[in-house]
């Protein structure tokens, strides 16, 4: 009995966690990270802000898993793209505009997870994802130099090139509203011209 | 005699004040912002911590005045190297080759005006100055478009991915050290290929 009552808490106390995480993500998603305090947080599941701190050890801990959790998804998204096309320019073009799309969608989300000044333990996480946006692309752009589709190329510095200029690019037309369709379309065309594609 | 007695205060303090900002930067120039505490500063000038205190307010004030203050430089040099040439193309290329050559010269320095995880007030500021870069950008390609030298792009887009682009792509090399001269001509030929030119 004291066992099974024992999984309840457990489970109880996850099932919390995700409820308090989903509810720190929507915060950053219409107010970006400054939005997300942890008195905001208690309001919105309830609680007081000493049980918040139960779940979340610090506000910075906090940041960083809503940064990663949103962080992850985003890459996810590209990553498929990337992969659901054969062709390198196809791969290429597919993973800047899945990107794009994606901000434009929820643009505050995306300028938060971009360039939002923060904690340095978000900035930290911000520096690892980058790398792995970067990754992703250098193996489309690694393939496309082996076949002699893309000209010679060191394709770590290109990738890199190319999440940088995505995140850089977009933080003025997220925060001005587009024009989208010509700022993703300039954006594609930016990359393939960047790698000779 | 009270009166320049007060100007001689003043100035010995302006002096003390430049003397404590030019170690600053020396901090950082050797170890990023997390070398530079006021402890170190402190041991440096041969000053207390308190009075470090009375020259800059507080920590974040002083690292914001010494990004500002070192990125200044380096946005002057791209400036310079940019309007150093009347062709579209050669401006473009030089800007990018001085702002990644001044990077390969003082790497800790680069990395920790371009990324290194640091107070939020930091932060604001890289927004900032990297819209400045962008503006030095934009006006070349604004210039290459009217006169269709560059083909049709929005300016404010490509000037702004490419500043993304410099600054992502040179975080790996600075790390491990190059190969410099591959990594600059990479990029300047990533950044000319991407604005067409």
Redesign the interface.
């Known amino acids: 009995m004291a066992y099974r009552e024992t999984t309840k808490v457990l489970e109880k106390k996850s099932q919390m966690r995700s409820e308090i995480l989903r509810s720190a993500e929507t915060l950053v998603r219409v107010g970006g990270f400054k939005a997300l305090t942890i008195q905001a947080l208690a309001n919105d599941v309830n609680m007081s802000v000493g049980n918040i701190y139960r779940y979340f050890g610090n506000k910075d801990a906090l940041s960083v898993e809503v940064f990663r959790h949103s962080t992850e998804r985003e890459l996810l998204a590209v990553a498929q793209a990337i992969q659901g096309k054969t062709d390198i320019s196809q791969s290429l073009e597919a993973g800047v505009r899945v990107f794009a799309e994606r901000a434009f969608r929820a643009p505050v989300l995306a300028w938060a997870l971009i360039?939002?000044?923060?904690?340095?333990?978000v900035?930290?996480s911000r520096?690892f994802y980058?790398e792995a946006y970067?990754r992703l692309f250098e193996k489309v752009i690694a393939e496309g130099v082996a076949s002699g589709t893309l000209p010679q190329?060191?394709p770590?510095?290109?990738a890199?090139?190319?999440?940088?200029?995505?995140?850089?690019?977009l933080?003025?037309?997220l925060e001005h509203n587009g024009p989208e369709q010509?700022?993703i379309d300039?954006?594609v065309?930016?990359?393939l011209?960047?790698?000779?594609a």
């Open positions: 360039a939002e000044p923060v904690e340095p333990a900035d930290e520096l980058r970067a190329q060191i770590a510095l290109s890199a090139a190319i999440v940088g200029a995505l995140a850089e690019s933080l003025g037309p010509e700022v300039g954006l065309l930016f990359c011209r960047a790698v000779g």
